[in-house]
């Protein structure tokens, strides 16, 4: 209900949105004893059925995905037993071709019984937006292919969000609205060494000799309006939310007024983000 993440999409080409009728033809059903994965849709409402949910302006999907769960060991467990019983009783070496195939021979026959790891993924349209409470690009390639009728792509800007936030921190400052947290990840564009802040004034010493030594901010802690703290990356995703009690006060308990209190303030923080850097780019 609150999200902790949130990736943002542009909506470029949408027929419209989606029903219940669209999202039947992938409707999610667990993976079949030999499958490893699958992913389909699921209702956002576990107290309804409809693979939809309306809530104006908003409407929500759901996406479930589960995987085979095989721990390396428990395989590599069975097949050494396997190849200790050749040996033994055979009196002869197992080479690797056969150890091979014993291997795909175990696992074929230990994947019906694998335990499963589900997840979701929670999205919603809002005007010309898609927004994925995730921060995986790997789950946004799983849904966006099996919503019919709409094309979107990631937002950019006209400036680089990297460069505009290691300004930020150069001088000390946030843009109108916000305000430096305690966290910040900082990347030499040379040879990709990191430097991760945790809990420290981004307007220390410190800092700025990494920003003298040639590192640009990659993602950087921000809180907006006293109301939400979140990390922002330089592809504009925010990752490790954390609604501030004022907020979830407003929302009262009711599931209906906290998804448009989010999406309200998402929309929010996102758009004072693109302004800060420089608008949409073309």
Known sequence: MWPRNAMFYQITEQKALPTHEDLMSFQFTPPASLEWTRSGWVPPQVSDDSLVYPLAPLTYLTLRTEDKV?????????VAAYVHEIETEEKRSVGRKERLSIKERIID?????????ARNVNAYFHGS?????????????????HVR?????????VAQPSLMMTAWLADGTAPDGFKLADSAVLESPSDGAKVKL????????????????????????L?????????????????RIEWLDVLQEEAAGDHDATRLIVADQLQQIFDA???AFGGYAE
Do not use: M
């Open 70 to 78: 095989l721990p390396a060991n428990v395989v590599n467990r069975h």
């Open 109 to 117: 026959d230990l994947l019906p019984r694998a335990f499963t790891r």
């Open 129 to 145: 937006r898609l927004v994925l409470d995730t921060v995986v690009t790997s789950h946004t390639e799983a849904l966006l292919p």
């Open 149 to 157: 009728g709409v094309l979107a792509r990631p937002p950019r800007c």
């Open 198 to 221: 945790s809990g420290v004034d981004l307007t220390c010493e410190e800092v700025r000799n990494h920003i003298a030594a040639g590192k640009q901010v990659t993602e950087l802690g």
């Open 223 to 239: 809180t907006y309006a006293d109301r939400v703290r979140f990390v922002v990356t330089d592809d504009l995703r925010l990752k």
């Open 273 to 275: 983000l693109v302004a």
